[in-house]
């Protein structure tokens, strides 16, 4: 479990399927990728964080208050070979709309970057959005992610088409001055 000031972060639970289900399916929540889910692509979704954890020691967090609601997600995933980036390690964050305009995404993601670099010795890490996604590119840069235009790709998917990811970079603060920072 990761604590933060606010919040909790902490691995899956079988009685988090209804609220990750409840969340995937709000239009409005999942606009940025391509529109609402339903129950057996989010029971998907949430056993590929439970491997990841199983796997690696950390996933897609779930983001709890202190007393106990459920909140979102935050955390790092592994990505395959089969991304257009190749294999990577990539922070991503999901909040109930509720929970948005608190600060909890950059608060929880902080929380998960420095578990990532620290506890499981992580030594970059990237997040990407689209364009027009101006509250995630607004958290990267609360976070200190530095902007590398030279890796930004295009992925297509059946559902949704084309989209274009801007990439973020964070870096180990050990091996953050040896890197070049391949900012825009």
């Not at 970057?113 to 990407?128: C, H, N, P, T």
Request: charged share 25%; glycine share 10%; proline share 4%.
């Amino acid at each position: 479990m990761i604590k933060t000031d606010r919040l909790r972060l902490r691995p899956w639970h079988e009685t988090d399927r209804d609220s990750f289900a409840t969340m995937n399916a709000d239009p409005e929540v999942m606009h940025d990728l391509g529109g609402p889910i339903g129950r057996v692509a989010s029971d998907a979704k949430l056993d590929r964080y439970v491997a990841a954890f199983n796997r690696h020691g950390f996933c897609r967090w779930v983001i709890e208050n202190h007393a106990g609601d459920f909140l979102g997600y935050a955390g790092v995933m592994p990505a395959g070979p089969d991304h257009p980036l190749g294999r990577h390690f990539e922070i991503g964050w999901r909040l109930v709309r509720s929970a948005w305009g608190h600060g909890y995404v950059t608060e929880a993601a902080q929380g998960a970057l420095d578990d990532a670099f620290k506890r499981a010795g992580l030594q970059e890490i990237v997040s990407y959005t689209a364009a027009d996604n101006l509250r995630s590119q607004a958290v990267m840069s609360r976070l200190g992610l530095q902007r590398d235009g030279s890796r930004d790709f295009t992925a297509h998917y059946q559902s949704t088409g084309a989209w274009h990811g801007l990439i973020w970079v964070a870096r180990s603060p050990e091996n953050n001055s040896s890197a070049s920072d391949g900012t825009e």
